[in-house]
């Protein structure tokens, strides 16, 4: 069963379109994110849904319900927002219980719910405190917390985290994920940062200029994206490109100036180009080194021109056929600047975009 | 070698001595440095040239007309009397009536806090509206209630005649109500616009989902955020209205001059001898009011001249 489906939704600013003839079901309690550049979108599909904006065209049904003309607070929607949003001159119970008694709520209904969202989100000592003195995270919770008591069907998250610094975004990412399995609302979780997109999701929809470019499971999104963008989008490090001909038939491969990769076990999308010009995609952390790199169908010898050591692992700056050349190798490995290095990688883990579309092969 | 371990000995304990002057903790307040007596110096003569007005016309209020007619104005009175600030405030005349400043002072009441009231209730429904709940022509009806604020008073003065003739109020109370109203409008609107479209729009998206109507969030969210500027609209009101003397002549009617006017009267009087002591009584209970509030907000006054400077 559906929970949202969004039809044909369309939505200009006076002359300016923001959203195309948008298509987008979401299935009964699901994860969804909604991953993009700034200024794709993103927002503003977040507020169609939730009612804050006025559709130019087509319907947004939740729970098979036409709402595309229903307020807010109808929709059976909670929301929190990238700025939090909380009421500055109420307590954070205030702060809850706002919704409820605008909805008419009796009160002891609205102390057992205050108490049990509180509890889960652990912010019962705050509940009298303002939000000026509360710290980002505390404040998060609260917001959370006030789309948590609504008992809303399904939970709208615009950019929850990216006011806050890097060790408590990874905490509360965390969380939010717990409460999702805990509660199993249907999410629709907005961001630009695509670890919280690969951790959180049951499903990403890559969005560019308006239009969803390709909604899939994470992993298919990493393995097999459907166009170059996203392709340099999805992943840390971003993916190599290789600028070179495809030469198709029986036995596929792709020339790079002089030097020739088979393409031995990459699955195309379509029918083979007989040539073609296009860009060959491999990720970094699919690059193999030393005897394994051997012992692959494409293996190249580069020199090291960069080290970065990262820890866990190693990025390593390369030119391979006169192009840019990441590798990830081993944290513990002590290559250094002009060490020659053998490479491979596997050709049905890599993309291959064509030149002019930028759409997969 | 010992001499020099001797020698080294008084360099260590100057290092130390300046050491122990480097920043660190709360900055020590200087209270002696030549910029800030020059400041204060500065400070205190502009008070004074301000001031000492304020203090001949105290002194004058409290002296009898023989020693005024001395001449010494700076000089305190010899004999100190409250007698003339309770004729200016009781039986002072005013053209015909002899009944003192009391009759202006609760006049200008009557006119102030409706005025006040209604002024600072209408315009900032609008700015609120105009901010945050746009609607088609909604940019154009802000530049004409702006443009309203760039024509000068006195050319809307004979239409707005005829206007509250129209209406059957000309010549009362409720007649000076509405000029006021009307005339606070287009700068009240502006301040409140602006103050209101400041707030982060979030908020009221979160109120949205959370059931808040129109009046819901403008009651329950924005006017609780809002005091500051309420009060800055509250100040700037008061003292105008009060202090205005234009449409309470031509408005308000003979009964109901408001207090400015009534001064006005008093002091220009042609009959009969100057009474300075009652003339500077009656005016220092006139500016009583604009002053009193000056001193018990001063922080929201300042703010509210700034208000008025940036956008006036
Ligand atoms: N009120 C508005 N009037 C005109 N254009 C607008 C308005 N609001 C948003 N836009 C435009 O719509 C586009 C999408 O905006 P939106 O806020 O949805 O972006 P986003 O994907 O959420 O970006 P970010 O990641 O920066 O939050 C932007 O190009 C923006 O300039
Ligand atoms: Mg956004």
Sequence with gaps: MNSIEIKKLGLRFGEVEVLKNLN?????????????????????????????????????????????????????????????????????????????????????????????????????????????????????????????????????FDEPLSNLDAKLR?????????????????????????????????????????????????????????????????????????????????QPYFIVEDSKFPLNGYEFDGPVPEEAEAYLGVRPEHVVIGAEAEASVAHHSVEV????????????????????????????????????????????????????????? | MSVLAYESTPEKATAKKARSVEPSGSRPTRYLDPGRIILYSVLFVAAVYYLLPLYVMVMTSMKGLPEIRMGNIFSPPMEITFQHWVKAWDSACTGLYCEGLKVGFWNSVKITVPSVIMSIAIASVNGYALSHWRFKGSEVFFTILIFGSFIPYQVMLYPLVIITRELGIFGSLSAVVFVHTIFGMPILTLLFRNYFASLPPELLSAARVDGAGFWGIFFKILIPMSVPIFMVAVIMQITGIWNDFLFGTIFAGIKNFPMTVQLNNIVNTTQGVKEYNVNMASTILTGAVPLCIYVLSGKYFVRGIAAGAVKG
């Design chain 1, 24 to 156: 987008l079901d979401i299935h009964d309690g699901e994860f969804l994110v909604l991953l993009g550049s700034s200024g794709c979108g993103k927002s503003t599909l977040l507020n169609c849904i939730a009612g804050l904006l006025e559709l130019s065209e087509g319907q947004i049904h939740i729970k098979d319900r036409n709402v595309t003309w229903e307020e807010p607070k109808d929709r059976g929607i909670g929301m929190v927002f990238q700025s939090y949003a909380l009421y500055p001159q109420m307590s954070v119970r205030g702060n809850l219980s706002f919704g409820l008694k605008n909805a008419g709520v009796p009160k002891a209904e609205i102390e057992k719910r205050i108490s049990k969202a509180s509890e889960m989100l652990q912010i019962e000592q705050l509940l009298d405190r303002k939000p000026a003195a509360l710290s980002g995270g505390q404040r998060q919770r609260v917001a959370i917390g006030r789309a948590l008591v609504r008992d809303a069907e399904v939970f709208l």
């Design chain 1, 305 to 361: 021109e960069v080290v970065e050591p990262m820890g866990s692992d190693t990025l390593v700056w390369t030119q391979l056929c006169g192009q840019h050349f990441r590798v990830r190798v081993d944290g513990q490995s002590e290559l250094k600047v002009g060490d020659t290095l053998e490479i491979g990688f596997d050709p049905s883990k890599a993309s291959l975009f064509h030149a002019q579309t930028e759409e997969r092969l």
């Design chain 1, 170 to 250: 990874t905490d509360l990412r965390v969380e939010i994920k717990r409460l999702h399995q805990r509660l199993g609302n249907t999410m629709i979780y907005v961001t630009h940062d695509q670890i919280e997109a690969m951790t959180l999701a049951d499903r990403i929809a890559v969005m560019r200029g308006g239009k969803i470019v390709q909604l899939a499971p994470p992993t298919e999104l990493y393995n097999k994206p459907v166009n170059k963008y996203i392709a340099g989008f999805i992943g840390s490090p971003a993916m190599n490109f290789l600028k070179g001909i495809l030469h198709g038939g029986d």
